[in-house]
């Protein structure tokens, strides 16, 4: 048997961070058992769903890297599908039309909640005569579910799991205006895809009940199942917007790199030993649905952010600045940033990568620690630089910029000797002429170390940039 997984979003907006971890494990069951893994994009709902919602789900997967095989399915353009099963069920006396009125079914509800029952539907028309239809009336057409016994689902996470039938209703399969509803598009749907495994969030995990009832009403096998639970916040209530990001593209725009966020998700509610750190590879191998806990995942950005740095410090630097150039295409100010990135300035960042990397969690941080690359002369100063040039040291860097003027050849070594020499005959310590020296040419109190920053920068721009804040001429 070939396994085959679905993704099967419903396009009404984002990519939902929960979304990816599901797409992801479908993904890696897949993969890892040379199988297939199917998207279907369930536009039923016409009013919410959008083509801009569509494009940011496919977006956000392949930014993701989780790649679907085949074309993508639209589940509204199946909906005469749907109908023609209908029929057969009705032709097999397994379903049956619904006079109902919208008055009648809200009474009923009325009645059974009154009387506590989980049943809302009490049947009137299960086994009418037609013929007692009212004239001109549409009718719905339900499931003729057993009224007995138990529907059972062996899932691969959650365990046996048993709803009584007689607290399941007569489910609606097409609405009165003809109609597909969800439960009987997403069993046609997947029968007709030759769906083996159903991964899916466990808020999915009652329908599971209703589904198998239309499987087993068609005679059709019923897919194995698998109900993950849902990712919590850091104080273990659902993810909502008050937790912060949900939609893949706000992490995207955050610069977390796809392939962290990808081994973050992967361990949200699986587990492989004490390992946290996955290749793409190693997660193929190792994923199986058994290792998923029944218990929500708590989503914990502090640890996201510490495996988003371990990725950019393990990325080639040429690698990285390549990311730099695509992160730019999701920023506000991303074209004028990469205006700036002439092939002078890419050769500085690559050069002061290994420094810079260092120090950063995200692709922001990156960017922010190149600021001293990127910015425009003269340099702008942050309150900290700023109150860090006091007049006594624009005096120290006016003479240090002397000395530095002399240094041939212009390297670390040899920068680091004038600087050094020059605090040693001042009586100074280190960092009172470095600290200046940094905040001249970087505007910040913050840098790559100092004598890699005058490297990188060059000579005559380290002492025009140190003359603009000096207030000296002589080297404009």
Same mark, same amino acid.
């Given at each position: 048997m070939t396994v085959v997984t679905r993704f099967a979003p419903s396009p009404t907006g984002f990519l939902h961070i929960g979304g990816a971890r599901t797409a992801l494990f479908n993904w890696l069951y897949a993969r890892g058992r040379g199988g297939k893994m199917l998207l279907r994009i369930e536009d039923t709902d016409r009013e919410r769903s959008t083509q801009a919602a569509i494009d940011a789900i496919l977006d956000g997967l392949n930014w993701l890297g989780i790649e679907w095989d085949g074309d993508a399915v639209y589940q509204f353009a199946?909906?005469? %599908? #749907? %109908?023609?099963v209908v029929e057969q069920l009705l032709a097999a006396g397994n379903a049956y039309p619904c006079y109902a009125s919208p008055e009648e079914l809200a009474q009923m509800r009325e009645a059974a909640?009154?009387?506590?029952?989980?049943? *809302?539907y009490d049947g009137r028309w299960r086994d009418r005569d037609p013929r007692e239809a009212p004239p001109g009336v549409k009718p719905a057409i339900r499931l003729k579910a057993p009224l007995t016994g138990e529907t059972v689902i062996e899932d691969q996470v959650q365990g046996r799991v048993i709803w009584q039938n007689e607290n399941l209703d007569d489910l609606v399969l097409l609405r009165s205006d003809g109609t597909p509803t969800y439960m009987l598009a997403v069993v046609v749907d997947d029968h007709d895809m030759a769906?083996? #495994?159903i991964i899916r969030g466990d808020d999915h995990l009652t329908n599971a009940a209703r589904q198998k009832q239309i499987y087993d009403a068609l005679g059709w096998p019923v897919p194995m199942m698998a109900h993950i639970p849902l990712i919590h916040g850091p104080d273990g209530s659902k993810l909502s917007k008050r937790h912060g990001a949900l939609g893949v593209d706000a992490y995207r725009a955050m610069g977390? *790199?796809?392939v962290a966020l990808r081994n973050y998700l992967v361990r949200l509610g699986w587990s492989h030993g004490d390992q946290e750190i996955f290749s793409t590879e190693e997660m193929i191998a190792a994923f199986d649905l058994p290792q998923i806990g029944r218990s929500p995942a708590r989503f914990d950005f502090a640890k996201l952010e510490s495996l988003n740095a371990h990725y950019i410090r393990q990325t080639?630097?040429?690698d990285l600045l390549a990311a730099v150039d695509r992160f730019l295409l999701y920023l506000p100010d991303g074209a004028a940033l990469a205006a700036k990135l002439t092939p002078h300035v890419r050769a500085q960042w690559l050069q002061s990568m290994p420094s810079l990397k260092e120090r950063a969690k995200t692709l922001i941080d990156l960017i922010d620690g190149a600021h001293f690359l990127l910015a425009d002369r003269p340099i702008p100063l942050d309150d900290k630089a700023a109150a860090l040039l006091t007049p006594d040291a624009k005096g120290v860097l006016i003479d240090i910029s002397t000395e530095l003027a002399k240094v041939e050849p212009w390297t670390p070594e040899a920068t680091e000797h004038a600087v050094r020499a020059f605090a040693e005959r001042k009586g100074a310590k280190l960092g009172a002429v470095a600290q200046p020296l940094r905040a001249a040419l970087t505007g910040r109190t913050t840098s790559p170390g100092i004598f890699e920053v005058l490297t990188v920068l060059g000579k005559a721009e380290s002492l025009a940039r140190v003359a603009d804040q000096a207030g000296s001429q002589s080297a404009r």
């Open positions: 199946r909906a005469a %599908r #749907h %109908r023609e909640r009154a009387q506590g029952r989980a049943k *809302l769906i083996t #495994h977390y *790199l796809p080639p630097d040429a």
